[in-house]
């Protein structure tokens, strides 16, 4: 069974840093491309950043580029999102989520339960 | 870019059958897959349909995807509707870049 587990969430003030985890187990971790998508407090969902199997290739939403570094470590089984110069608009909750193919195709089929970011002074 | 629309809510009565639309602004629906997902209130999403119509295990045959190039759409159909299935609905696809794209989500009433 497929299991993601998102930590590393918090309270963090305007400007300040957090760096988000997704510990995956149940599948080959090294052999899939990775997401991280966030839903605002009573919005939608918005797809942030992705990552290829390898790391080789990164995309991100054009609101979080320059800010915002997703990464993996395949020998830990874990995705990361580091988050910095944080903005009040970036307060949601982060899913993590598995694509479907060793490169980013966006064809998310497994989700995590998501860690609460809550950026305010 | 393009954008997905979905109506805003949908209802329908137990045991009936729902369609949930999606149509795409720019470009053709069929370019690229279509996934639905099913979230209720306070829970993370769960996929129902990926791959425009691929039932992830454990997913009922209740669930039921297809596009429509005519109408440049993607449907999310339920049958025999059950008041679990009372949730929010979001379609979602990717472009050329691999930037993906959200609608903006269906809120499905069972009464």
């Known amino acids: 069974e497929v299991q993601l587990l998102e930590s590393g969430g918090g309270l963090v003030q305007p400007g300040g840093s957090l760096r988000l985890s997704c510990a995956a187990s149940?599948?080959?971790?090294?052999?899939?491309?990775m997401s991280w998508v966030r839903q605002a407090p009573g919005k939608g969902l918005e797809w942030v950043s992705a990552?290829?199997?390898?790391?080789?290739?990164?995309y991100y939403v054009g609101s979080v580029k320059g800010r915002f570094t997703i990464s993996r470590d395949n020998s830990k089984n874990t995705l990361y999102l580091q988050m910095n110069s944080l903005r009040a608009e970036d307060t949601a909750v982060y899913y993590c989520?598995?694509?479907?193919?060793?490169?980013?195709?966006?064809?998310?089929?497994?989700w995590g339960q998501g860690t609460l970011v809550t950026v305010s002074s | 870019n393009f954008m997905l629309t979905q109506p805003h809510s949908v209802s329908e009565s137990p045991g009936k059958t729902v369609t949930i639309s999606c149509t795409r602004s720019?470009?053709?629906?069929?370019?690229?897959?279509v996934q639905w997902f099913q979230q209720r209130p306070g829970s993370a999403p769960t996929t129902v349909i990926y791959?425009?119509?691929?039932?992830p295990s454990g997913v009922p045959d209740r669930f039921s995807g297809s596009i429509d190039s005519s109408s440049n759409s993607a449907s999310l159909s339920i049958s025999g509707l059950k008041t679990e299935d009372e949730a929010d609905y979001y379609c979602?696809?990717?472009?050329?870049?691999?930037?993906?794209?959200f609608g903006g989500g269906t809120k499905l009433t069972v009464l």
């Open positions: 791959e425009d119509n691929q039932r």
């Open positions: 990552i290829s199997y390898s790391g080789g290739n990164t």
């Open positions: 720019s470009g053709s629906i069929a370019s690229n897959y």
């Open positions: 149940g599948f080959t971790f090294s052999s899939y491309a």
């Open positions: 989520a598995k694509d479907s193919r060793r490169a980013i195709t966006m064809i998310v089929v497994d």
């Open positions: 979602q696809s990717y472009d050329s870049s691999n930037q993906g794209v």
